[in-house]
T-cell receptor, first 113, second 115 residues
């Protein structure tokens, strides 16, 4: 099976930088997603990492280390609208050849003035 | 426009009743998924399918059933065996390739409440 861990909650100040970590244990790893979700809404795509390293996209960056089973999402210049849950998800191929996408429990980020 | 359509948005179920949530996609995606989300929690995988007429149990399949008779459609039935079905249900799809499947597309979700 897959085990994905994220902190439950984080608080950060408007204008600051915050890093949300995600660790995972899985076999047949294909890639790792980060999604943002506001309460009561469907998640929205932020990033997808397949290879090791940092990928930057505007104020958001995502890092992956496959050997360590570790990823982080970096949010810069925080805005109040960034208050949301951030979901880490792992895509993996199981022994039967099926690709499965499993989500962590999510990190609820609160941005304060 | 291409996307995923879930219906109904809100559904009420009586005790002992089966209900079916619809999920249709016109993205030509092979893989489709159903997730359940409880308040303040993450997404838990119920069932997933990679091709027509084939599907696999996820982590919390008990009390649920699915079918994949067409590539575009992946309906979820919440049976009376599911004792605590009140939750937010999300349908998703993605292309099958590791690199091309770099985005999971979600429907808008369905809220199911037991009355």
């Amino acid at each position: 099976g897959q085990n994905i861990d994220q902190p439950t909650e984080m608080t950060a100040t408007e204008g600051a930088i915050v890093q949300i970590n995600c660790t995972y244990q899985t076999s047949g790893f294909n890639g790792l997603f980060w999604y943002q979700q506001h309460a009561g809404e469907a998640p929205t795509f932020l990033s997808y990492n397949v290879l090791d390293g940092l990928e930057e996209k505007g104020r958001f960056s995502s890092f992956l280390s496959r050997s360590k089973g570790y990823s982080y999402l970096l949010l810069k210049e925080l805005q109040m609208k960034d208050s949301a849950s951030y979901l880490c998800a792992v895509r993996a191929t199981n022994s039967g050849g099926y690709q499965k996408v499993t989500f962590g429990t999510g990190t609820k980020l609160q941005v304060i003035p | 426009d291409g996307g995923i359509t879930q219906s109904p948005k809100y559904l009420f179920r009586k005790e002992g009743q089966n209900v079916t949530l619809s999920c249709e996609q016109n993205l030509n995606h092979d893989a489709m998924y159903w997730y359940r989300q409880d308040p303040g929690q993450g997404l838990r995988l119920i069932y997933y399918s990679q091709i027509v007429n084939d599907f696999q149990k996820g982590d919390i399949a008990e009390g649920y059933s699915v079918s994949r008779e067409k590539k575009e459609s992946f309906p979820l039935t919440v049976t009376s065996a599911q004792k605590n079905p009140t939750a937010f249900y999300l349908c998703a799809s993605t292309p099958r390739g590791v690199r091309t499947g770099n985005t999971i597309y979600f429907g808008e979700g369905s809220w199911l409440t037991v009355v």
